[in-house]
Structures are given as C-alpha cells and as structure tokens.
C-alpha cells in the first residue's frame, strides 16, 4: 500500500473540510480523486503532503507516517498542481533542472534525467525557451517535467490538463500511463470525466469532505438505478406525449429540449424496445436514435445530485 489516510478531520473555523476521511491508494494504481468544487479533494492532497495540519486522523505513505520533516518520504513524491508553477527567468531546461536539483544534487545524474524529463514530455524542441513563450498546453508539458524529472514513485497531479487544447490533453494523458507502466503510483484529479474513465484503475468520489463512493468505474457504474440513456432527435413530442413516457415503467427521466429528446431508464426492462414502441405508437416523426451505457458523470451526478463544478 502507497496511501493511507484514516479518519481524518481538517476544520476551517466552523467550517469542517474534511469529515473523518479514510481512503487508501495501492502500488501501481492510477486513483482518481474526484468531487465537486470544495469538497475537500486540494484539502485532502495538502494534508497528505503535510502542507496543512490537521485536526485529527492518521497519513501513512509508503508504510511511515507522513510529517512535514519527513523528507525521505517527499524525496519519492512528486507534484503537478493545477496551477502552473515555473520561473519565467529560467528556459525550460533550467527550469527542470531546477526542480530536479531539489531532489538530485549530483549534476551528471541530473543532466540525464532532466534530458529523459524534456524527451518524455515532447519538449525538445523547446528546451532554450523561456515560459512566456510557450502555449498552454506545453506550459502544462513543462509543468509535469518539473514534478516528475526526479522519478519519484508516487505522483500526485491536481488537474494536470485545465484549458489545454485536445492534441496536448491527449499527450499528457499518454504520458500519465506511461509513468503508470514505469512503476509509477498516481493520485489524479479532474473534472473531465472522460479522462477518469480513460486513464483511472480505481476511483473515489468524495463530498462535504466525506468518502461517498469507490471502486473501479465498473463498479462505480452498477451502484447507479440509470441502466440507459436514449436520446431521440425529433420536433413533434407535445407536453401530453412527454407526461405519457415519463409514465412507463422503467423511465427514471425524460427530458425534452431543442429538438433533443433525452430518456433515462433504469434496470429490469427492455428500455430501447419501450421507447421505440412508445414512438410507434405515438406516431412521432424522429431522426436519429441513439443509446448510451451510464457515463462516470451520470454517476457523478446521481451519486452526488450535483455537476461536478457546482
């Protein structure tokens, strides 16, 4: 086991961020730490990199406890917060080197891993610029090469890809995996749920700062009452024929906006079947028809009742 966290209490004034909050992260894992917006996940990765006291509970990682002069420990850990942290007066090579020096004193072995740290992230090209001249997305690449140059061997990154263009958000996400495949644990958040469902082998959904549902996304998604979500394109359903399947057995939702029928159905029935029956029936004209299995985000939002940035 890498993390251990156990009943742990962090108080804000009247305010309790954290409600006895216990997880574990195991070698190897990619975990995805989710919830909304102050539901304690940046709380939860400050206590655990002992930047922040706590009240009360238990921080182990890598079997010792975890303290703020526990160095040996913060050695084998890296960091990618979401906010990007370099120094504009340094190229992106003296900025990795940096970094890396705070954990590799000795210059030939640091020379060799801030070349793998630019190569890994795609930066080669650009190892002579300075940070101002770089986009955001390979601002983000330079950013993770900071965290991880040292190779440590538990990786947290707090929303590596925010505001980041598709081509470098798939990038980082490859590279996510590759550290994984290297021997690498990671702790991730997002509020990108296709990137959870890509890259995460296990995940915890916290809110109020309270534990409310893990396991994988497999998991995850069998905890849920939605089985399917059909979606209609059609510009003929009056209120009446909405009330109507909203009525069938097995509809959890209906909703009906811009042309967009969407329909939300729960286990135990032959959902397409009685929405395509429904239509027959009711003789309305449509377009295309599509049905979807359960998204991470449809458990987000049954789970939590609300969108993941609220």
Not at 283 to 293: M, T, V, W
């Amino acid at each position: 086991m890498v993390v251990r966290i156990k009943n742990l209490v962090k108080r804000y004034g009247d305010l309790l961020a954290l409600d006895h909050l216990s997880f574990s992260v195991n070698d190897g894992e990619i975990f995805g730490l989710l919830g909304p917006n102050g539901s304690g996940k940046t709380t939860a990765i400050n206590c655990l990199l002992s930047l922040l006291e706590y009240d009360k509970g238990e921080i182990e990682i890598f079997g010792q406890p975890m303290a703020p002069d526990a160095y040996h420990i913060k050695r084998e850990i890296g960091i990618v917060m979401q906010n990007v942290a370099v120094y504009n007066e340094l190229t992106v090579r003296e900025n990795i080197d940096y970094f890396c020096g705070l954990y590799v004193p000795d210059k030939k072995s640091r020379k060799e891993l801030v070349d793998e740290a630019i190569d890994f992230v795609g930066l080669a090209d650009f190892a002579d610029f300075y940070p101002q001249k770089l986009s955001g997305g390979l601002l983000r690449r330079l950013n993770i090469a900071c965290g991880i140059a040292h190779k440590p061997k538990l990786i947290i990154m707090d929303e590596p890809t925010v505001a980041v263009d598709p081509q470098s958000r798939n990038k980082i996400l490859e590279g996510i995996l590759a550290l994984n495949r290297q021997g690498a644990t990671v702790i991730y958040t997002s509020h990108y749920m296709e990137e959870v469902e890509r890259i995460c082998t296990r995940i915890l959904i916290i809110d109020k700062g309270k534990p409310i549902a893990t396991g994988t996304k497999e998991e995850l998604k069998a905890m849920i009452t939605m089985e399917e979500k059909i979606t209609v394109e059609t510009q003929q359903l009056t209120p009446e024929q909405l009330a109507r399947l909203r009525a069938l057995p097995h509809i959890l939702s209906a909703e009906y906006q811009n042309g967009l029928l969407v329909v939300k159905s729960g286990r135990g029935g032959h959902n397409l079947e009685t929405v395509l029956s429904f239509i027959r029936k009711e003789k309305i004209q449509c377009g295309k028809i599509y049905s979807e299995l359960p998204t991470l985000n449809d458990v987000f939002l049954e789970i939590t009742g609300k969108h993941l940035r609220d």
